[in-house]
C-alpha cells in the first residue's frame, strides 16, 4: 500500500512516495533522501544518535514510521547551521571536546538544541545531565558534552536578549 | 519486520470502525514499532492515531478533575502546569521514565498500554504465554532476578515497566475508552490485568476498544502538597525501574488524614495497597508508622525466581517513598526526579 | 568552512598545544562520512541472520518464503555460499580469529550468522531475514564458567597469555604475617561501539573496494583479500573515521566477509551494518574471568607475595583468554609474583582485546585485593601502595624509562582531597543521608610500539602532505598526528595537508594497545625528519645558502626555516631554498622504531592513580560515582585536550565496568537476554560527574624518539579497582563481583 507523503527537511519540502509502510523517519533520511549526518546506533530508541526534531521537538527518528508523518518538518544535523555558521551547539562542542569519535555527535547536538528550547535545564548542570541521559555516548565525552550543553544554553540566552535589546 | 497496512483515519469513528481482529493502534510508537523491529509482536494492520487532534487536549472539567487526551505526550503532561499543581507525582513519574525524546513521542494511552520489558516476551524466539499463549514461560526458570514477587501465576512472572501508571492508581485514575459498542469508563485499578491463567490478556479493553482520554478525579488533587514518586533503578537515568512507589498524603493538622500509595515494577500491575493506606489514616507520620505500612504494602509477596530481594527492596522503597512524601512535595521538580540523587533538602512546595 | 576554529596560535611547537579536533567541524555538521553513510548507486542492502540457538547445527531454513518476500534478490545459506579461496578456520597470521562464514550448518554459539539475505531495500532484507524461521538440532549449552572444564592454557600467539613468575612464591607466602585469598569475578562485556560494525562493499573485476571501519587498514585489506583471492593491493580500504573501536574492528569478521561475497555474487555494492542486538556475538567481547588473588605482607604491609589465578572464558574453536593476572605484574614490588592463567571452553562467539584487555579486568581485582591488605594493615590504602613502590620493574629488576606514579599519586591525592580520608568504612553521610566513600587505585598500562610507515612530501609553495594510513576512532588521531607531522616539519599547522585512514596510503599500523600516537607517530616524524635533512643537504650543497657547506651536520626545521642543529646563526627558509635551487617537491619517508637495546633494557609503561567519590544509598542499593580524578603519566602528551578526554573516556569506562556492563546469558538457551542497550546497560551523562584529569609530566628519553607512551587505554585500569575500594568504604561492604548490583548491597 504505497504513501505519498509531503515532508519539510531541513526547510526543503520534499514530496514522498512510499512503497513501503516500515520504512523509519530514520532509515528514510539516511538510504533514500541522501541525509546520512543522522545516525544509527541501536534502531530501537535506546541510544538517541538518531535524534532529529520533528515540528521543532527533538524524537528518535528510528522508531517514527515515515509514512504516519505527512506535513511535519523535521530538522537534521545536516540543516541546523545556516549559511556555513555554526549553531552555538556545534561551536560549544568543538570547544569543549565534547567528542571523540563523532558517531553520536550528531544526535547528541540535536538533542542538546532540542533540551534548550525545552527551557527545561538551563545552565544547571545536573538537569543538563538529566536531560542529555538519552544520548549515548560509548566513547564517553560526557563531561565536555555538559559543559558544551551549558556553555551554548548561555551563550544563546545572551544573544537572545542581544537581539532583544 | 513483518508488512502491514497502514491506514490513518481522521475521526475517532473512523478508526474505529477500521479496527479488524490483528490490528494495533498506533500512537507514539516508541514501544509499538520497537516490539515489531523484535518481531515480538506482528499486526498485520496499524491504525495511525496521529491526525486524531481532538485527542490531544488537557482540561479541567467542570467537576474539577482532569481529563487528558489519550495522545498527549508524556512530555506534554509532565509540564502541563495544571498536573504539576495538582498532581506533581504524575510529573515526577513520567520526568522519571525514558528520555527526552521519548517522552516527546510517547503518549498517555501508550504509556498505559505499554508492554513488559521480560526478555522473554521482547525475544520472540523465546517461550512466552503472554505473548504466545500456551508456550510457556522461560523467565521461571531463566533470568528473573527483576521480575514479579507480587501478583504473579505459573503463567506468567512479568512486571508492568510503567511510571506513570503506579501514580495513576494511586490517586485513582479513570480510563476512557471507546469502541464498537461505544464508550465506557475503567477505573485505573481494574484497568491492567494480572496474569492468571490468561497472561496474554494485559488490559480490561476488549477487542477493537481504543483509549480516548484519562481523568485524574478532583478530590485526588488533594495529596498535592505530600506526593512523591520514587524510582529505585540500575543507573541514574534512562533506565526502567526495578522498584518504585508512588506515595501520597493528606495531611492534617500534623497527622496523615489520608494516604495513597502504590508499587511500581513489582507485579504484572502497578500494585495499590488498601489495607496498607488504612494503616497510615490518622496517625502521626514517622519511620516506624512508614515501615509498617510498607511491611503490609508487601504482604503476599513471594518470589518467582531467584528476586526475593525485590521483596524486601520493595518494602524499603514504600517506607522512603512514603518518609519523602511526608517531608513534602519540593517547590520545583529534583533536577533528577524520582531519584535519591535528587537534593531532598529545599523549600516544600506549598500548593 | 576551514576545518578548525579559529583560536591564536602560539608560536613554537605544535605539539603540546591543546588544539580542537581538526576533523570537529565535520563531526558536528553530520559531514563526517562513516563506512555506512554511504550509499553508491545500485547499492543492495545485507542482513544476516544470527542463530538463535548456541549450539547444535540448522537443520531448516525457509528460503522460499524469504525469497518470496518482496525486494529479496538473493538468500545466502551454506548450501549455495560459494567458496571462498581462504580457509575461515585457518589462522594465516597472528592476528586471525576463526570466523563464521556458512562453512557448515554447525552453530557454535548465539548470534552466529546461519545465512545472509540481500534485498533492494534495508526493510525487504530485513523482513526476508526474519522469514527463515530456522529450526535446529539443539545440544546442551554451556555459557558459564562452571559448565566446562578448566585447563592450563598454553601461549598461543595472539591467543595470549603466557603467565609470569619471579621469585619463590612459596617463600613469599610462608614468609606473609598477613595475608588475603580472595575470588574476584567479573562479567561478560561487549565492546559495543556506538557505530556497530559495517561494509559497503563493490566489485570491479578482482578489485574490491570497501567503506568499512577499520583499526588496522593494511591488516583488512590483506585479511579480505585472503577470502577472495585477491593481492591485498587490489582491496581498496577507506576509513576515514570510525564510530568507535574499542579493540572490536580490527579483525576480519565473518558478516563483512559475507557482505562482500554477497556484493560479488549480485554484481553489485552491497551494504550491511549489524544491528545492535548482533553487535552481541561474532565481533569479539571481553570474556568473563574468575580471579583468586593470594596476597601477603610481612608486618611492615610490605608484599611478600602477589599470587594471581586467572580463569577465563574463550570459545570452543578458538583462543582468546583474558590475560588478567597478567595485570599483577610490574606494578607492586612484591617480593615474589607468581601470574597463571586456565581457560574454560565455552559455546559462545570467541572473546578478543577490548579497550585494556587482561589490564582492565586484572587491575580490577588487584587494587581491590591490595585495599582489603591495607585494611587488614590497618593503614591508609595510598600508604599501602605506597610501601609497595617499584622502584625498577618486579621481577625483572630493569629501570622503567620513565615512571612518575609517585607524583600521579601525590597530584592526585592532593587535587581529591584524599588525606581528610577516614580509615574506617561507613563513617560519611551527606547532607542527604547518603552514604560517602572514597576509594583510590593504582593505573597501569604498557607502552608498546607497533611498525607503521609514513611520507612526508614537502611542496616549492611552503606547504607540505603527509601521508599514513593511521585511524581515528575518536582518539584523535587527525589532530594529534597532524601536530607530531608539523612539527616534524618545522611548520604550522596551516601549511599541512594530512591524510590518513584509507588504504592506499603508506602503512599506519594498528590503532591499539594505546600505541598508535607513538607508532604512527613515530613515522610521521621520521619521514619530516628525513625531509628536513635532504633539504638541508640541497642547501648545504649551494653556495649561496647560509647553511653552504654544513652537510656534515643535522638540520632541524621550525617555522619553515632549516636551521643547523646547535647553530641557530645559520638557517634558511624553506622557501627561499626550494625556489633558488629549483626544487620540486621533495618526498622523505620514515618508519617507526624503538630501538631494541633500549627496548630491552627498560620496562615501558604509563602510571596514574585513580580517586573515587562514591555515594550510596544503603537501603535501596542505589549507588553513583560523584567525583573521579585520575592523575596520569604517560610520556609526553600531544595534545592535552584529546589525552584528557581519551583518559576521561577510560575512566568513565571504569564506571562502566564497576558499577553496569554485564551480558547475561540464558543458561539454557546460551542468548543473551539483554543484548540492547536497554538492557546492557553502559554509563548514561546523568552516572558521570565531578570528573578531573591531571596529565603529570614526564620526559622519556627511551621510550621512542618521541617521548610518547600512550593514553587510550590507561583510564579504565585503577578507577574500577577505586570505585569498588569506594563502595566499601562507603558501605563497609565488600563485594568481589563486577559490575556491582543493586542486590548486592541489599543482601544481610
Request: with cysteine.
Amino acid at each position: 500500500m504505497p504513501h505519498s507523503i509531503t515532508l519539510t527537511v531541513n526547510g526543503r519540502a520534499h514530496e514522498v512516495h512510499l512503497d513501503d509502510p516500515r520504512v523509519t523517519l530514520l532509515d528514510l533520511l539516511r538510504e533514500r533522501l541522501a541525509l546520512a549526518g543522522t545516525k544509527k546506533g541501536c534502531d530501537r530508541g535506546q541510544c538517541g544518535a538518531c535524534t532529529v526534531l520533528v515540528n521543532g521537538r527533538r524524537a528518535n527518528s528510528c522508531l517514527m514510521l515515515a509514512a504516519t508523518l505527512d506535513g511535519c518538518e523535521i530538522t537534521t544535523i545536516e540543516g541546523l547551521s545556516e549559511g556555513g555558521d555554526l549553531h552555538p551547539v556545534q561551536t560549544a562542542f568543538i570547544e569543549n571536546d565534547a567528542f571523540q569519535c563523532g558517531y553520536c555527535t550528531p544526535g547528541q547536538i540535536m538533542s542538546a538544541v532540542g533540551l534548550i528550547a525545552e527551557g527545561r535545564a538551563g545552565d544547571d548542570p545536573e538537569r543538563i545531565r538529566e536531560g542529555m541521559s538519552g544520548n549515548l555516548c560509548r566513547c564517553a565525552a560526557y563531561h565536555g558534552i555538559t559543559l558544551a550543553v551549558q556553555e551554548a544554553t548561555r551563550r544563546m540566552a545572551k544573544d537572545e536578549m542581544e537581539d532583544a535589546a | 519486520m513483518k508488512s502491514f497496512d497502514l491506514i490513518r483515519p481522521a475521526t475517532v469513528q473512523e478508526a474505529i470502525a477500521a479496527w479488524e481482529p490483528g490490528a494495533s493502534w498506533l500512537g507514539g510508537g516508541t514501544n509499538l514499532v520497537d516490539l515489531m523491529k523484535t518481531g515480538a509482536l506482528e499486526p498485520g494492520k496499524l491504525i495511525d492515531l496521529g491526525r486524531l487532534a481532538v485527542l490531544r487536549d488537557v482540561e479541567t472539567l467542570p467537576d474539577g478533575s482532569m481529563r487528558i487526551g489519550a495522545l498527549v505526550s508524556n512530555a506534554d503532561l509532565a509540564d502541563n502546569p495544571e498536573i504539576l499543581r495538582r498532581y506533581p507525582m504524575v510529573s515526577e513519574a513520567l520526568l522519571s521514565g525514558a528520555s527526552g525524546q521519548l517522552r516527546n513521542m510517547a503518549t498517555v494511552a501508550g504509556n498505559l498500554m505499554q508492554r513488559t520489558r521480560c526478555a522473554y516476551f521482547q525475544d520472540p524466539y523465546a517461550a512466552c504465554n503472554r505473548r504466545a499463549p500456551g508456550t510457556g514461560c522461560d523467565a521461571r526458570e531463566g533470568e528473573n532476578a527483576n521480575l514479579a514477587v507480587l501478583g504473579w501465576s505459573d503463567a506468567c512472572i512479568a512486571t508492568n515497566p510503567s511510571d506513570f501508571c503506579v501514580p495513576l492508581s494511586a490517586l485513582d485514575a479513570v480510563v476512557e475508552v471507546a469502541g464498537p459498542s461505544g464508550e465506557r469508563e475503567i477505573a485505573i485499578g481494574d484497568f491492567h490485568l494480572l496474569p492468571g491463567d490468561t497472561p496474554e490478556r494485559e488490559t480490561a479493553l476488549q477487542p477493537g476498544e481504543l483509549i480516548v482520554a484519562l481523568r485524574l478525579p478532583a478530590a485526588s488533587s488533594g495529596f498535592a502538597a505530600n506526593a512523591r514518586y520514587l524510582k529505585v533503578r540500575e543507573r541514574t537515568s534512562f533506565a526502567f525501574a526495578i522498584a518504585s512507589c508512588a506515595a501520597a498524603l493528606r495531611m492534617e493538622g500534623g497527622r496523615i488524614a489520608e494516604a495513597r500509595f502504590a508499587l511500581g515494577a513489582l507485579a504484572a500491575k502497578p500494585w495499590r495497597v488498601s489495607e496498607a493506606e488504612a494503616l497510615l489514616a490518622g496517625q502521626a507520620p514517622d519511620a516506624a508508622l512508614f515501615e509498617r505500612a510498607a511491611n503490609a504494602a508487601l504482604a503476599g509477596a513471594t518470589a518467582s525466581g531467584d528476586n526475593a530481594w525485590k521483596i524486601e527492596l520493595g518494602r524499603r522503597t514504600a517506607a522512603r517513598a512514603l518518609a519523602m512524601a511526608a517531608a513534602g512535595t519540593p517547590q520545583r521538580m529534583p533536577a533528577l526526579p524520582a531519584s535519591v540523587f535528587a537534593a531532598q533538602a529545599g523549600e516544600p512546595a506549598h500548593v | 568552512m576551514s576545518d578548525t576554529l579559529a583560536r591564536p596560535m602560539r608560536f613554537g611547537s605544535n605539539s603540546g598545544q591543546p588544539l580542537t579536533r581538526r576533523d570537529g567541524i565535520a563531526k558536528v555538521t553530520g559531514a563526517a562520512t562513516f563506512a555506512g553513510d554511504n550509499s553508491p548507486e545500485g547499492l543492495l542492502h545485507a542482513v544476516f541472520v544470527p542463530a538463535t540457538i548456541a549450539r547444535g547445527h540448522v537443520t531448516y531454513l525457509d528460503v522460499e518464503s524469504a525469497e518470496r518476500h518482496p525486494g529479496v534478490t538473493c538468500v545466502l545459506t551454506p548450501q549455495n555460499r560459494p567458496p571462498l579461496q581462504g580457509d575461515p578456520s585457518a589462522k594465516p597470521t597472528m592476528f586471525s580469529f576463526r570466523i563464521e562464514v556458512l562453512q557448515d550448518d554447525t552453530v557454535r554459539y548465539a548470534g552466529q550468522p546461519i545465512a545472509l539475505v540481500v534485498g533492494e531495500t534495508l526493510e525487504a532484507a530485513t523482513e526476508g531475514a526474519r522469514l527463515l524461521s530456522p529450526r535446529y538440532e539443539v545440544e546442551p549449552v554451556r555459557t558459564s564458567l562452571d559448565d566446562n572444564e578448566a585447563f592450563g592454557f598454553e601461549p598461543a600467539g595472539f591467543g595470549l597469555p603466557a603467565g609470569a613468575e619471579h621469585g619463590d612464591v612459596e617463600a613469599g607466602h610462608a614468609a606473609s604475617a598477613k595475608s588475603v585469598d580472595v575470588t574476584y569475578e567479573t562479567a561478560a562485556q561487549y565492546h559495543n561501539a556506538m557505530e556497530t560494525h559495517a561494509v559497503v562493499a563493490s566489485w570491479d573485476g578482482d578489485r574490491l573496494t570497501l567503506d568499512m571501519p577499520s583499526q588496522a587498514l593494511m591488516m583488512s585489506c590483506a585479511g579480505y583479500a585472503n577470502f577472495f583471492g585477491i593481492p591485498p593491493e587490489n582491496v581498496t580500504l577507506s576509513s576515514p573515521y570510525l564510530g568507535g573501536g574499542f579493540g572490536s574492528k580490527a579483525f576480519v569478521t565473518g558478516p563483512q566477509v559475507l557482505a562482500i561475497l554477497a556484493a560479488r555474487m549480485a554484481g553489485r555494492p552491497v551494504k550491511l551494518m549489524l544491528t545492535r542486538q548482533q553487535m552481541f556475538g561474532p565481533v569479539g567481547h571481553r570474556g568473563a574471568t574468575r580471579q583468586r588473588l593470594r596476597l601477603g605482607i610481612d608486618e611492615n604491609a610490605e608484599l611478600t607475595v602477589i599470587d594471581h589465578e586467572g580463569l577465563a572464558e574463550t570459545s570452543t574453536f578458538d583462543d582468546f583468554v583474558e590475560p588478567a593476572a597478567n595485570a599483577s605484574q610490574g606494578l607492586y614490588a612484591a617480593r615474589a609474583l607468581r601470574s597463571t592463567h586456565r581457560a574454560v571452553r565455552l559455546d559462545i562467539g570467541t572473546p578478543g582485546p577490548m579497550r585494556a584487555p587482561g589490564e582492565a579486568s586484572g587491575s580490577a581485582a588487584l587494587e581491590c585485593a591490595i585495599d582489603e591488605l591495607a585494611e587488614l594493615a590497618g593503614i591508609d590504602p595510598l600508604e599501602c601502595r605506597l610501601r609497595n613502590y617499584a622502584e625498577t620493574e618486579p621481577g625483572t629488576g630493569r629501570p622503567y624509562s620513565s615512571k612518575a606514579l609517585r607524583e600521579c599519586y601525590s597530584q592526585g591525592a592532593a587535587r581529591f582531597g584524599w588525606a581528610d580520608r577516614p580509615l574506617e568504612p561507613r563513617q560519611v553521610r551527606d547532607e542527604n543521608g547518603l552514604l560517602t566513600g572514597w576509594g583510590m587505585g593504582t593505573a597501569f598500562f604498557p607502552a608498546p610500539m607497533f611498525a607503521a610507515e609514513a611520507t612526508a612530501t614537502l611542496r616549492p609553495d611552503g606547504t607540505a602532505l603527509v601521508e599514513t594510513s593511521a585511524a581515528d576512532m575518536g582518539q584523535g588521531a587527525w589532530t594529534a598526528l597532524a601536530q607530531i607531522a608539523a612539527d616534524s616539519l618545522g611548520l604550522p599547522m596551516d601549511k599541512l595537508e594530512f591524510r590518513a585512514g584509507h588504504s592506499s596510503l603508506p602503512d599506519g599500523g594498528i590503532a591499539g594497545g594505546s600505541g598508535h600516537t607513538a607508532t604512527a607517530g613515530g613515522a610521521l616524524h621520521a619521514a619530516g625528519t628525513d625531509v628536513v635533512q635532504q633539504l638541508g643537504q640541497i642547501a648545504a650543497a649551494d653556495p649561496a645558502s647560509p647553511l653552504h657547506g654544513a652537510g656534515n651536520g643535522r638540520f632541524v626545521a621550525r617555522e619553515s626555516r632549516i636551521y643547523l642543529e646547535g647553530d641557530d646563526t645559520r638557517s634558511e627558509a624553506f622557501a627561499d631554498i626550494m625556489a633558488r635551487t629549483g626544487s620540486a617537491e621533495i618526498t622523505g619517508s620514515g618508519s617507526a622504531s624503538r630501538p631494541p637495546e633500549d627496548a630491552e633494557r627498560h620496562a615501558m609503561s604509563s602510571h596514574g592513580a585513580v580517586f573515587a567519590e562514591v555515594k550510596v544509598d544503603p537501603e535501596l542499593g542505589q549507588m553513583r560515582v560523584t567525583r573521579l580524578v585520575g592523575a596520569f603519566a604517560a610520556g609526553r602528551i600531544i595534545n592535552p585536550r584529546l589525552a584528557e578526554s581519551q583518559l576521561m573516556g577510560g575512566m568513565i569506562w571504569g564506571i562502566s565496568f564497576a558499577l553496569h556492563e554485564e551480558a547475561k546469558f540464558d543458561h539454557r538457551s546460551g542468548r543473551i537476554v539483554n543484548a540492547d542497550f536497554a538492557g546492557y546497560h553502559v554509563p548514561v551523562n546523568a552516572d558521570v560527574q565531578g570528573l578531573e584529569v591531571i596529565t603529570v609530566h614526564e620526559d622519556d628519553p627511551f621510550v621512542n624518539a618521541l617521548g610518547i607512551k600512550g593514553v587510550g587505554e590507561i583510564g579504565v585500569t585503577g578507577t574500577v579497582g577505586a570505585i569498588g575500594n569506594a563502595i566499601r568504604h562507603a558501605t563497609g561492604r565488600r563485594i568481589r563481583r563486577f559490575p556491582i548490583r543493586v542486590e548486592d548491597l541489599l543482601a544481610g
